[in-house]
């Protein structure tokens, strides 16, 4: 998952904003992270949110939905990244906006 924060700033990777998020902020003060976060997702993006702030927080491993919490406001945020670094032995958690209408995600196995 850290790929995904990197790539997200590079245009032509056509990412969706994503932006790493560490525990220390989080616990320190989650209201403070989320806007924080939320302010690193507009600057990815170019430009500010729209005034509804919707995406996704994950952790890695995240699989199929396992891992991944849905925020709707930024009080909402803040709560799901408390959730999610709460849940594990995370360092970090990943702040992403969310891409409406998925019909498949691809994924690659190597088998060896």
Do not use: Y
């Not at 989320?34 to 491993?61: F, H, N, Q, Y």
């Not at 408390?82 to 019909?103: I, K, P, R, S, Y």
């Amino acid at each position: 998952k850290v790929w995904s924060a990197h790539l997200s700033s590079v245009p032509c990777f056509c990412m969706p904003a994503t932006t790493r998020v560490p525990l220390g902020l989080v616990m320190n003060d989650a209201s403070r992270a989320a806007e924080t976060a939320v302010k690193a997702l507009d600057r990815i993006r170019g430009r500010p949110s729209s005034g509804t702030v919707r995406g996704v927080v994950k952790v890695a491993p995240a699989w199929e939905g396992r891992g991944v919490w849905l925020f709707t406001s930024q009080e909402e945020l803040a709560s799901a990244m408390n959730t999610a670094l709460q849940a594990g032995h995370q360092t970090h958690c990943f702040v992403q906006d969310l891409v409406e209408e998925v019909a498949m995600e691809i994924r690659l196995h190597v088998v060896e």
